[in-house]
Every structure is written in structure tokens, then in C-alpha cells.
């Protein structure tokens, strides 16, 4: 059978199976499976990377089999250029999160690694799912363990954490479903067609025109919550810092890509005369900008190396936020690189502050200093894992930046600027932290028999690295595969804009 | 195009090979120091052999424009097309011959100055990566392929600045420039896009060839994008108001200051001017800015560097004022100008360094071999050295002659040719006059600081300390063979450009014309009369001698005390000592607002306070207060219990049995 | 028929439930009194089925088997209550005191 039939299926599924067997295998081996379902389902999605056609905008390898047919839901999955590397980044991550987390877990071991691969179902559902009830399962099925990684086998105030993660992101959901639900009664009202299917939604999205407004709230309050955009984002530090280091890695790789996966998705296209009003504009624009400052600000002055890692990623959503709102062809390709490269950087960092921890038990940057000396392999990798985040040309994070920002420009030049300043604040934050942590005289001699990287730990590092230098240099296939997708979702969207300026001078072009 | 052109790539990449090799060394086998120098002075001679025969290939095609060799397409993304190209021509040939060339000799000085240190390996990988951004920034074809370069050179600078990291000032000082460069580089980038969106390309020679038909003389855009570009360049090549990380970035070892923050990299700013010359012609007011901006630097790095004591600070603020002079000269529209007194500088200064490090390293061992700590930068802790150090003493007056500009030395011509030019524009504009007397004063102070230098360090007593003067060692000929080679250059540099009174003259100003001839449309005929270049050749030579002679008259090298024993000093004396307290202002006026605000205003206010506090706990704590009053009826008393379902159940009968 | 008769003492009955569950203290006399009510609703099934039909008989073997699952779990929860108490007294049983 040919894989585009079947790879997205087996995707899915081959998780879940995975994850059964390691329920079933014995405590000790639970992680030699996890390691190997996960690196399975990595080799099952890398011909991805060469099947996917990249000059269509069309949904490719996709899927449909009837799920509900009463009420029109049909488990409908397919990947186009904007998913194809959210999927990729998280069969990609998988693998690196169970290594990471392979001295760091010590306890219920089997039920962790279950977890983690339910997780990469849901994730992977979530990026996949053309029907928006499907979408949705997901969506929530992602939640659970994520709750649980973060309560189970998180810090001291993982509970709290893990409840704020889990009611921020369900008030956000469930606004979503009542928006997708009266989508679907006035689409079904209106056609007299009964179905979830994504391209049906879009087809006849003009019949909610007149609660245009109210749904894209909804969509707008799910997704901003989950990116997260100023001020919806307190949950995030909270949860990064009681995770565990592989959730801390997937929240910031993957999970936070999809608020703004959703809103290239879903929120955008569906609605985008209110996407695009100038008020909407002016507020989301804003906030983005806030998000980018703020954060960054905000990051400078954290004590605790994870929690600055964690408001630095909102700045970056905030760059991300901003190139979706622009809405050309650069700004969004760049949106999406840097949806990419916060998955590769931060989770990079991520991993860097568990390895720190599992070395001096703190987070604490001040309780680190001089161990450049000590450790020089690990300052080196921290050292171009932070000059990525900063966004050093000829790391992945200039590429994204300065598309975005070059892209959105033409749309909002005084935006742009101020969102240009955040390249400085970036700067700002990860040098002081660096200096403190690996520079600085050496004054812990606890901490002067540090061992250096491990092999496992290269194993983790080495190929997070390698992708900084390679969106870095060479980007182009990565451009090259979005770039069909992007320009369809950017002439889609101003299509309806066109038509009503048009429509607004009287008589037309005369 | 010839052949060697297309051997480019190997200029560029080898110091990168450099970099990569010697970077494992450092982290698997830090003590194969032989091995590390092997490689890293190796690659450089390599490319610089290499980067010879590219500029050959320009010297004997002298193509009227430039060559472009695409490598790849970088970020190709609707209409943006960026590929990864460099370009050779005539500008970058000159900057390619300074860069290999100055590189290659401090990288073999280094060999001798860092030979001790235990980061050897790690300092040479930082070395060659250094020379790799450099060349990429020299030859990018695109502004966002020279990005790269400009970047990746702020970063080895901050590397090398905190290379001794273990200090926690220097690892400041590193952090301070990278982050000053940044605020920098946020001009360069709104540049990039407003040039973007206004030409609708990224690459040299399109935007070169559209600026004319697209922006208009002296409009609105042109001037932003030139003065964004304007505050790059003031971040990279310290200039006024971000000039105070250079004098910081003396933390790093003495070679580096040579290289990277007196040679190569501060002059950046300058050769991006030169390039996108059309853009600044085009752009009078930014062009004025430039020159303005580049006098008072001028002028008040000179004041500052008249006071200072360490020899390091001494030579890093005379760095900064050199570098005004060149924006003075590129920013009156003497593109070549600016570009021979960053050449004959880079030869200059960087003998300067070297050999004020080939004192420190002396100073160093002498006090290392008596176990005594004291400063071994600071100049009165010097003084005679000339008995001990005679070649370096020689190299140095060399230097000080050809910086103070003394007539035959390369400095005099480079920066006479400056001031004429600046004197000339004066004719349309009275404000360029004003911008020429700055010259001439800051020109009358550079020789006045210099001799104040060489008096203080070489001259008179000596002051290290009894114990240590028999250790005072010439440094070893790894180290004194540069110097000669730089000396032989700050001699004889001033060749390149002779003025128009002498025969042979004006060599660069031709070679670079074809860069250079798509701005002479907008400026003015920069010509000056031989009376006048007479006039103004004897007015430097004046100026010239009397800082010299000033300084070898009122200085008293004998009554110098060791810094230890050293009085305090009072009134301007000391504001010039403590910098005009800049750096205070800026602590008060900018770092400490940013960082309370941060601290207290966003983090410890809104988000714990305002959002967590009062939004986020808050809905939780009105869902528990509603959670309280329900609770309140559960008494856990069975009897409560069932009688409540009893009398409910009777109010639900009576009210359906009607 | 007997249908009033029966339907007064099945309404005395259930009464007297509603009375001792309301006011006995001992949970094994309300659990008593439960079934009393219990069985005063089958009753009331029996009088009315004479009428109405047999599906009203049907019902009481329902309620009668249901009656006996809760017996079972209701004793059963008392002994555990009793085991940790000592008492079986409701006022004493406040576990679920809010």
C-alpha cells in the first residue's frame, strides 16, 4: 500500500500502541520502549519530508474514514505546508524528550513513557485533524497528559501549576467548541449539509457573518490563551517551571505552536474580515507587541533559569503573533520558521536547565558562575543555543525574525520598529543569564566536579543543534515547502478583504 | 571575471576550517598548543596568499563593476530574494587586503603574547572565527549576507572581550558591547527594511542601481534609511552616543584589541558608509549627521583620552576619535578619504596596540616574577622603558608620529586629505568650516595625548619598582617581527593616496572610482587649489609639532608617581579621568529605570500582582468563597440531610399534583 | 374491593417511614424504616395492580430485589462505620460535614 494512504494513520496510532506496551512491559525496560517507539515513529514520519509535494497548497496524504455519520463527523486528517513541519517537530522532539528525561524520571516510569506517547498522538491529532470535532478530541486528549506529566512528576508546586495549565487552557476549549458547535448548526441550517469537515466549514463560512464577531472571540480566547499572548500567559511560567524537563520541552516545542498553528488554521481564515478589522488588527498587534517587550523585560530580571526560558518564549510567540497579523507572504513563512526554531532553541534550552539541575539540584542562575571552566562542552552548546534564541545571523532564530519582521514592515512600519527593539532585549536577558551562569568568576566548589555532556546528553543536544545551523545557513527547503501553502492562506484571506473595498467605491474600477 | 576571483570562497572559509578545528582542540586537547598555532596562523597566511591573488585578479581586470559569485539562495520568500553571494570589487579588495593582512600579523604575534595562557587553543578558534565574519562582512553582495558578517564579528568580539570570563568586569565589558552593537544593529536591520520596501530588493548592486530613480535628493526615506543605517555604524565603530563600549572592550587579551576594536572591526561602520556611498549622497542631511557626528567624536574622545592612565584607554579612546575622523571624511562625501584613514589607521594603530601589549607583557612578567600586584597597564607604573624595550620603543615613536601626523608618516596624508576635504565643502556650507576647526583641535590633542603616552611609558624614570626593573624584558621576535612589519606599513601607507600637489597622487582615490563614481552626480566638486593645499599641508605640519612639542614641553615625567602612591586628582582633571561620567549617566538614565521597571513595575506588579494576583487567584478565590456558602449546608448530619429530602420532596409534589 | 383499606394502611405505613427516619438517631432503625417504606410503596403496587394490571406486580419483585441490594450494601457500610466508631448513631456520622 502506498504510505501517503496509510502514514498519517499510522502516525496516530502507532503511539497509542506503543504506549500499551509499555504499560504491559516491565518497569525497568519502560524506557528502552518509550526510546524506541518514539524513534519508530520518527523514521514513519521522515519520508514526509520528501512525499510532501511542495508546490500545492492542497491537503496532502490525506485521510477519511466515517467516524459519526448521523451527525457528519468523519475522522478527516491531512497535512499541507503549514502542518507538515508541526508534525515533523513533533515526531522530532519525541525521541529527544525520552532521552532527556531518562536519568530525570525515577519513579512510576512505565506510566511516565505511556504518557508521553499518548501525548505525541494528541499533538499529532491536533496538527493533522481537517475536521473540526476530530480537531477537537484532540485538542482535549492532548490536555490529559500534560496534566498529569506536570502533576505527577513535576516541582514542589506542580499542583497548582498543573490545575492553572489545565483551567487556563479549558476555559479557552471549551469557548471553542460552543464557537465550533454554532458554526456547524448555522452551516448545517444554511446547506442542509450535517459535517464537521474542515474545507465544508470554510466553504460556507460566510452563513455566520453576523456572529462573525462572537466566534472569533471564542477561537481568538482558546488559541491566544494556548500561544500565550499578553495578559493570558501566567500559566506558562508557573507550568514550565514545575514541569519536568521533557514537559517543559514539549509545552514550549509543541504545544504552545498550537495557538498560533490554530490561528493560521482555523481562527484566520475563518473569519478573516474580523481578523483583519482595524480595531482587531490594533488590539492583537498590541498585544503582540507587549507580549514581545514584556516578555523579554520580564525574562531579564527571573532568578530562575526555566522561568526566564519561559518568558522569553512569550516574546518569541509575540514575533510569531505579529507575522501572522501582517500577513504577507514573508511575515507568515517567517512566523512559521520561528514556530519551528522556538521548538529547536528553547526546547534546546529547556534541556540545557534540566542538565544544569540534575547537576547542582537549582535553577537558580546566581548559584551558578565560572563553570565554563568546568563544563566547557556544555557553556559551548548553551553559549549558541542562547546566540539562536537572541537570533544571531546565521542561526535558525535570525531567519524567522528578519522574515517576520521584514515582512510585516510594509503592513505596520511603527509596529515593526518597536518590534524590532525586542532583538536588543533578547540580547539583554540571555547575555546577563549566560554571564551568570557559565561566566563570572568560579566561586561553588561544590560544583567543580561537574562532569561534562554525557553521550546521552549529545544525543539530545547534537541534533537540535544541527538544525540551528541548518535553518540557520541554509533554509531554503524550509521555505520552499511552506511557501505554497502560505501564499494560498494569504490570497484567501484578503480575498473577501478585496471584494468588499471593491464593492465599497462606487462603481468598481472606473 | 578571473580566475582567482572565483577562488574567494577559500579566503572565507578557511579561517572557518580554522575556527572549527581549533575549537575541538580547545574542548578535547586544550594542550596541543603547537598543533593550535600550526593552524591557526596557518589558515590565515593561506587566505591571505589567496585573498592577494583575488585582488590581483581585480588589480588586472579593474572591472567597472562588481563581481557577484552566488553561492545559494538564502531566504527566498515571496518577493524577497536573498542569496547567499559575495562580491568582490575595488572597495572590497582594499578592506580584504587589511583584513587578511593585519589579521595574519596579530594572529603571529599572538603566538608569542597569549603562549602562556591556558585557553590558548579556545583563544585562537575565537580568532579565526573572528577573521571568517569579518571577510563575510567585507564581502557579503546583500545587505542581510554583510548582516551576517556585522553580527557574527559583535559576537566574537564580545567572546574575546570576556576572554578571561573568570573576571567578572570583563565579562561585563563583553556583554556591554555586544549589547551596545545591538541597538546598533536595530538600526541597520529598520534600514534593511525600509530599503527593502521601498526598492523591493536586498542586494548591492540593485539597490545601488535603483536608489537614483527611486528615492528623491535629500526626501524623507532616503534620510531615515541612511541615518538608520548611520546608527549601525555608530554602534559598531563607537561613535557618539554608543561609543563607551570600546574603551570597556580593552578587557580582552592586547592582540584582540589590535585586531578587532582598532583595525578591523570598528572600522565596519566606516566601510558601510563607503558602500552605500549613493545612499548617503543621495541623503545630504544624514550625510552631515555622519561628518557631524564623527567631529565630535573627534574631539571629545580626544579630551578624554588626554587623561587616562591606563595605556590601553589611552589608545582605545584614540581609537574612537580616529574613527570620527574617517566618518568626518566618508561623511563629507570623500568616500576615499574615509577608506585611506582606515587603512593607514588600521597599520597605526594596530602597531600601537601591539606594542603597548608587548610592554603590558613585559610589565606582567616582571611583576609576576616578584609575586607583586600591580597594574601592568597602568602608565605610571612605567616610565623608561626605552632602555629595556628599544625595538618596541622605535615601533611605537613610528606609530605616534604617523597618528599625531607628522608630515611623511602615512597618518599626515590620510588625515590631511580628511580635513582639505571637509575645508573644501566649507565653501558651500559655512557649518563645515566649524566641523574643520573640531578636526584641527582634535588633531592638535591626538599629538598632544600621544607624545603624553610615549613620554609617560618610555621616557624618564622609571617607576615599576626596584625588584622588578631588572626583569623588564624586550619581547621575543615572534612578537618585535610584527611590529616591524606594521611599522614598515604605518611608514609607508600614505603612498596609496598622495595629495594632488604631489606627483604619484590620488592612487586609491582611482582605484575606487567605479565604487565611488555613482555618488560624485550629487556632490560637489571636491577639488581644492594647490595655494590652499599648501596651506592646509603647513597648517597640519604646525599642529602636528606643536601637540608634540607641547606635550615634550609641559609634561614632567619625573614628578610621576606609581599608580599605588599616586594623588588624587580633583576638579577637570578628574572629570576627564572618570570619562565626563557617561557611563554613570547612562547607569542612571537608562539601565537602572529598565531594570526596576522590569523587576518591580511588569514582573513583581502586573504579572504576580495585577494578573496572577488579582485575575487569575482571584476567579479562584470567588469560585472557593461560592464553594464556602454551598458548603455551609452540609452539616454531615444524616437527620439535616433526610430532612431536607423529605420537605423536598413534598414541595416537588405540591407542586405537580395540582 | 380492599383497595381503600389497603391504601390507608399503606399510607400509615409510609408515614410511620418518613417519621422514624426523620427521627431515630440509630442508623440501623432509619435503615428499618427505609424498608418499611419500602414495602408500604409495594403495597400500594399489589392494592392497585388488582385494577390496573400486573404490571403493578412485576414492579414489587423489582423493588423487592432492589430493596435487598441496598440491604446488602447498607449493612455493609454500617458494620465498616460501626468497626470505626463503635457507634452507629447518625449524629455522631459527620464525615461529609462541608
Not at chain 1, 330 to 335: M, N, R
Not at chain 1, 371 to 390: E, G, M, T, Y
Not at chain 2, 13 to 31: C, D, K, Q, T
Amino acid at each position: 500500500m502506498n504510505y501517503a494512504a496509510w502514514v498519517l494513520d499510522a502516525l496516530l496510532l502507532f503511539p497509542l500502541l506503543a504506549g500499551l506496551v509499555i504499560l504491559l512491559s516491565p518497569e525497568h525496560l519502560a524506557k528502552r520502549v518509550a526510546l524506541a517507539g518514539a524513534v519508530v515513529e520518527f523514521l514513519l514520519s521522515v519520508p514526509l519530508w520528501w512525499m510532501f509535494e511542495p508546490g500545492t497548497a492542497a491537503m496532502q496524504f490525506e485521510v477519511v474514514h466515517p467516524w459519526v455519520p448521523g451527525w457528519g463527523i468523519a475522522y478527516r486528517v491531512g497535512v499541507d505546508g503549514i502542518s507538515l513541519f508541526m508534525v515533523l517537530l513533533t515526531t522530532f522532539t519525541m525521541p529527544l524528550a525520552v532521552l532527556g528525561s531518562w536519568n530525570y524520571i525515577r519513579d512510576k516510569e512505565r506510566a511516565y513513557y505511556a504518557l508521553l506517547l499518548v501525548l505525541t498522538t494528541g499533538m499529532l491529532g491536533v496538527f493533522v485533524a481537517l475536521d473540526l470535532f476530530v480537531f477537537y478530541v484532540f485538542w482535549e486528549i492532548m490536555l490529559i497528559p500534560m496534566y498529569f506529566l506536570i502533576g505527577v512528576w513535576g516541582g514542589p508546586k506542580r499542583i497548582y501549576a498543573a490545575i492553572k495549565f489545565f483551567l487556563f487552557t479549558f476555559v479557552g476549549s471549551l469557548l471553542m467548541l460552543v464557537a465550533i458547535l454554532t458554526i456547524y448548526f448555522m452551516v448545517y441550517r444554511a446547506t442542509g449539509v450535517q459535517s464537521f469537515d474542515y474545507h465544508h466549514f470554510l466553504r460556507n463560512i460566510e452563513v455566520v457573518r453576523p456572529f462573525a464577531l462572537l466566534l472569533f472571540g471564542a477561537f481568538f480566547l482558546g488559541f491566544a490563551i494556548k500561544v500565550p499572548m499578553f495578559p493570558f500567559h501566567t500559566w506558562l511560567p508557573d507550568a514550565h517551571v514545575e514541569a519536568p524537563t521533557a514537559g517543559s520541552v514539549i509545552l514550549a516545542g509543541i504545544l504552545l505552536k498550537m495557538g498560533t498553528y490554530g490561528f493560521l488554521r482555523f481562527a484566520v481564515p475563518f473569519f478573516p474580515g474580523v481578523a483583519l478589522h482595524p480595531t482587531m488588527v490594533n488590539v492583537i498587534v498590541v498585544l503582540a507587541l507587549i507580549g514581545i517587550i514584556y516578555g523579554a523585560l520580564v525574562a531579564m530580571v527571573q532568578p530562575d533559569f526555566k522561568k526566564l526560558v519561559a518568558y522569553s518564549s512569550i516574546s518569541h510567540l509575540g514575533f510569531v503573533m505579529l507575522g501572522i497579523w501582517a500577513l504577507t507572504v514573508q511575515s507568515v513563512e517567517g512566523a512559521i520558521i520561528i514556530m519551528i526554531n522556538h521548538g529547536i532553541s528553547t526546547g534546546a534550552l529547556f534541556f540545557l536547565a534540566g542538565m544544569l539541575y540534575e547537576r547542582a539540584h537549582t535553577r537558580e542562575v546566581a548559584a551558578f558562575g565560572g563553570i565554563a571552566r568546568v563544563v566547557p562542552a556544555l557553556a559551548a552548546v548553551l553559549s549558541l543555543v542562547a546566540l539562536s534564541s537572541i537570533g544571531l545571523p546565521g542561526t535558525n532564530g535570525f531567519i524567522g525574525e528578519f522574515l517576520v519582521l521584514i515582512g510585516s514592515f510594509g503592513e505596520y512600519p511603527w509596529a515593526t520598529a518597536v518590534a524590532a527593539t525586542g532583538v536588543i532585549f533578547a540580547a539583554l536577558y540571555l547575555l546577563r543569564a549566560l554571564q551568570r551562569l557559565i561566566y563570572n568568576k568560579f566561586e561553588r566548589p561544590e560544583l567543580a566536579r561537574m562532569p561534562d555532556l554525557s553521550v546521552r546528553e549529545l544525543l539530545v543536544l547534537g541534533p537540535l543543534v544541527a538544525c540551528i545551523l541548518w535553518i540557520g545557513i541554509y533554509p531554503r527547503p524550509f521555505l520552499h515547502r511552506v511557501e505554497a501553502s502560505v501564499e494560498a492562506l494569504v490570497e484567501q484571506v484578503h480575498q473577501p478583504e478585496a471584494a468588499v473595498a471593491q464593492a465599497r467605491t462606487p462603481g468598481g474600477e472606473q | 571575471m578571473p580566475a582567482s576571483v572565483g577562488w574567494v570562497w577559500l579566503v572565507v572559509l578557511l579561517p572557518l576550517a580554522g575556527f572549527v578545528a581549533n575549537g575541538a582542540l580547545s574542548l578535547l586537547r586544550p594542550e596541543a598548543k603547537r598543533a593550535v598555532s600550526a593552524i591557526g596562523v596557518g589558515v590565515l597566511v593561506l587566505s591571505f596568499l589567496i585573498a592577494v591573488g583575488v585582488v590581483g585578479g581585480v588589480a588586472t581586470a579593474a572591472p567597472h563593476s562588481p563581481y557577484v559569485l552566488t553561492y545559494w539562495q538564502w531566504m527566498p520568500a515571496g518577493g524577497l530574494e536573498i542569496d547567499l553571494a559575495f562580491q568582490v570589487d575595488q572597495l572590497s579588495a582594499v578592506m580584504l587586503m587589511v583584513v587578511t593582512g593585519v589579521s595574519m600579523v596579530i594572529h603571529i604575534f599572538s603566538v608569542g603574547y597569549m603562549g602562556d595562557d591556558p585557553g590558548y587553543a579556545r583563544y585562537f578558534a575565537y580568532l579565526n572565527l573572528f577573521v571568517f565574519f569579518m571577510l563575510v562582512l567585507v564581502l557579503g553582495a546583500n545587505f542581510p549576507v554583510m548582516f551576517v558578517g556585522w553580527e557574527g564579528v559583535g559576537l566574537c568580539s564580545y567572546l574575546l572581550i570576556g576572554f578571561w570570563f573568570e573576571n567578572n568586569a570583563f565579562a561585563d565589558a563583553g556583554k556591554k558591547a555586544f549589547i551596545m552593537n545591538r541597538i546598533g544593529d536595530f538600526g541597520f536591520l529598520i534600514a534593511m527594511f525600509m530599503i527593502f520596501h521601498a526598492v523591493g530588493s536586498l542586494s548591492f548592486v540593485e539597490v545601488f542601481e535603483a536608489a537614483p530613480g527611486t528615492f528623491e535628493v535629500g526626501g524623507t526615506t532616503i534620510t531615515l534609511i541612511t541615518l538608520a543605517l548611520f546608527l549601525g555604524c555608530a554602534g559598531k565603530s563607537a561613535q557618539i552616543p554608543l561609543y563607551t563600549w570600546l574603551p570597556d572592550a580593552m578587557a580582552g587579551p592586547t592582540p584582540v584589541s589590535a585586531l578587532i576594536h582598532a583595525a578591523t572591526m570598528v572600522t565596519a561602520g566606516v566601510y558601510l558608509v563607503a558602500r552605500t556611498n549613493v545612499l548617503f549622497a543621495i541623503a545630504p542631511v544624514s550625510s552631515f549627521v555622519v561628518a557631524a557626528v564623527g567631529a565630535a567624536t573627534a574631539l571629545f574622545a580626544a579630551t578624554i583620552a588626554l587623561k587616562q592612565w591606563d595605556i590601553k584607554k589611552v589608545l582605545a579612546y584614540s581609537t574612537v576619535s580616529q574613527l570620527g575622523y574617517m566618518f568626518m571624511g566618508v561623511g563629507v562625501g570623500a568616500y576615499a578619504a574615509g577608506m585611506f584613514h582606515l587603512t593607514t589607521h588600521a597599520f597605526f594603530k594596530a602597531l600601537l596596540f601591539l606594542g603597548s601589549g608587548s610592554v603590558i607583557h613585559a610589565l606582567h612578567h616582571a611583576y609576576h616574577a616578584t609575586h607583586r600586584h600591580e597594574d601592568a597597564q597602568d602608565m605610571r607604573n612605567m616610565g623608561g622603558l626605552r632602555r629595556a624595550m628599544p625595538w618596541t620603543t622605535g615601533f611605537m615613536w613610528v606609530a605616534t608620529l604617523a597618528i599625531a601626523g607628522v608630515p611623511l608618516f602615512s597618518g599626515f596624508f590620510s588625515k590631511d586629505e580628511i580635513l582639505a576635504m571637509t575645508f573644501v565643502r566649507g565653501h558651500d556650507a559655512g557649518a563645515f568650516y566649524v566641523l574643520w576647526m573640531v578636526g584641527v583641535v582634535a588633531a592638535l590633542l591626538t599629538a598632544f595625548y600621544m607624545t603624553r603616552m610615549m613620554l609617560y611609558t618610555f621616557h624618564g624614570p622609571n617607576r615599576t619598582g626596584e625588584q622588578e626593573r631588572g626583569h623588564l624584558r624586550e619581547a621575543p621576535w615572534v612578537m618585535t617581527g610584527p611590529l616591524l612589519v606594521l611599522a614598515v606599513g604605518s611608514v609607508f601607507a600614505g603612498l596609496l593616496n598622495l595629495p594632488a600637489i604631489l606627483p604619484g597622487s590620488g592612487w586609491l582615490h582611482h582605484w575606487l572610482e567605479p565604487v565611488t563614481e555613482g555618488s560624485a552626480a550629487y556632490l560637489p566638486d571636491l577639488h581644492l587649489g594647490s595655494d590652499t593645499e599648501w596651506m592646509l599641508l603647513g597648517l597640519a605640519t604646525v599642529v602636528a609639532a606643536a601637540g608634540i612639542l607641547g606635550a615634550w614641553n609641559f609634561l614632567k615625567p619625573a614628578q610621576l608617581k606609581p599608580a599605588r602612591e599616586a594623588p588624587v586628582e580633583t576638579g577637570i582633571q578628574r572629570v576627564l579621568l572618570r570619562k565626563w561620567y557617561v557611563d554613570e549617566i547612562y547607569d542612571w538614565l537608562v539601565v537602572r529605570p529598565v531594570m526596576w521597571m522590569s523587576d518591580r513595575a511588569f514582573w513583581k506588579v502586573m504579572d504576580v500582582k495585577v494578573i496572577d494576583g488579582a485575575f487569575v487567584n482571584g476567579s479562584a478565590t470567588v469560585a472557593r468563597a461560592l464553594g464556602w456558602v454551598g458548603s455551609r449546608f452540609q452539616t454531615g448530619s444524616v437527620g439535616v440531610y433526610l430532612f431536607l429530602f423529605v420537605m423536598g420532596v413534598l414541595i416537588l409534589m405540591r407542586a405537580v399534583i395540582r | 374491593m380492599l383497595l381503600g383499606p389497603s391504601l390507608g394502611v399503606s399510607a400509615i405505613l409510609f408515614s410511620l417511614g418518613v417519621a422514624g427516619v426523620l427521627l431515630r438517631r440509630n442508623a440501623i432503625v432509619i435503615f428499618m424504616c427505609i424498608e418499611l417504606m419500602l414495602n408500604a410503596v409495594n403495597l400500594s403496587f399489589v392494592a392497585l395492580a388488582q385494577q390496573l394490571g400486573r404490571e403493578g406486580q412485576v414492579i414489587v419483585f423489582f423493588v423487592m430485589a432492589v430493596a435487598a441490594a441496598e440491604a446488602a450494601v447498607g449493612l455493609a457500610i454500617m458494620i465498616a462505620i460501626y468497626r470505626h466508631k463503635s457507634s452507629v448513631n447518625v449524629k455522631e456520622i459527620n464525615l461529609l460535614r462541608g
